[in-house]
């Protein structure tokens, strides 16, 4: 089991830019495709962005593709997703997650993600 904690949330204004840290602990953090989820009030949680174990493949949701950046080091076991031209839209909890099982190839479904770490949260001002 991998133990997963997001950082980085916070205020911005439309269209400016936030970074988001996903710190894994474990060994084992360079065996999994990682995602990034978000859930706004009222909403059910909804797939951002992945990135496979190697990194060598990276997927994004048409309302963010081109505006965020999925990236990883394995050698330090950080997921990060950089946030550029932010819109009020994207005001939501986001939350990495482990695509189980390992070594599997990128999935946008919420239930093949696991060990969901308590979010963070980014609030966009218009």
């Known amino acids: 089991q991998v133990q997963l904690v997001e950082s980085g949330g916070g205020l911005v204004q439309a269209g400016g830019s936030r970074r988001l840290s996903c710190a894994a602990s474990?060994?084992?953090?360079?065996?999994?495709?990682m995602g990034w989820f978000r859930q706004a009030p009222g909403k059910e949680r909804e797939f951002v962005a992945a990135?496979?174990?190697?990194?060598?493949?990276?997927f994004y949701s048409t309302s963010v593709m081109g505006r965020f950046t999925i990236s990883r080091d394995n050698t330090k076991n950080i997921l990060q997703l950089q946030m550029d031209r932010l819109e009020p839209e994207d005001t939501a909890v986001y939350y990495c997650g482990t695509r189980k099982p390992p070594y599997s190839d990128i999935s946008t479904l919420l239930r093949d993600y696991g060990d969901w770490g308590q979010g963070t949260q980014v609030t966009v001002s218009s």
């Open positions: 990135i496979t174990w190697s990194g060598g493949r990276k």
């Open positions: 474990g060994r084992v953090f360079s065996s999994y495709t």
